[in-house]
């Protein structure tokens, strides 16, 4: 590896996309992929093994998420520059990732030479972000709190009260009173439809 190279780690729990993606960024000669990941967890792992200088991953994956691996990537020493590739145009998303610590928000259907760009740009400390979705992201604020959401989107996946409750440790009541809560702010009729809203706008 020659001195000032770029190491990226990559994190998508997509086979042929992670693929696509090393392939495309090996080909450049001032960046290599130093680690691959298929999930949250593994890339938390792997960046504390190989200390990367940018990381790349996707929003949804199984476990730990894009966007909670970001956060958790902030307490390492050096800390990487995080860029979030995916499908999901949701200002929710992105309001979230820029809370997160992300440096980068790039769509899965932008040209493929805007990512070693992008990796280039956060590396020198620069950010790189749709500005009409940065636009979008700021006008409409998440209401639901952290716990509120945590809620929701096990309802989403049709948990039944009882076994969210076990699966966070709370009382039934008290998953009933967030669910009411969330129902609320959404203005839905039910938690089905306030999930569905929820995970639209990007905050689930």
Known sequence: MSPGTIRVLLAEDQAMVLGALAQLLDIEP???VVAQAHDGAEALALARETRPDVVVTDIEMPGTTGLELAGSLRALEPRPRVIIVTTFARPGYLRRALEAGVSGYLLKDAPAAELA?????????????DP???????GEGDPLTDRERQVLRLAGEGRPTAAIAATL?????????YLSEAISKLDAS?????ARTARRKGWL
């Open 30 to 32: 001032d960046l290599t």
């Open 117 to 129: 760009e992008a990796v280039r740009r956060v590396h020198a400390g620069g950010r790189v972000i």
């Open 132 to 138: 009409e979705l940065a636009a979008e992201a700021w």
């Open 169 to 177: 440790h709370l009382s039934e009541g008290t998953v009933r009173n």
């Open 190 to 194: 039910n938690r089905v439809e306030a």
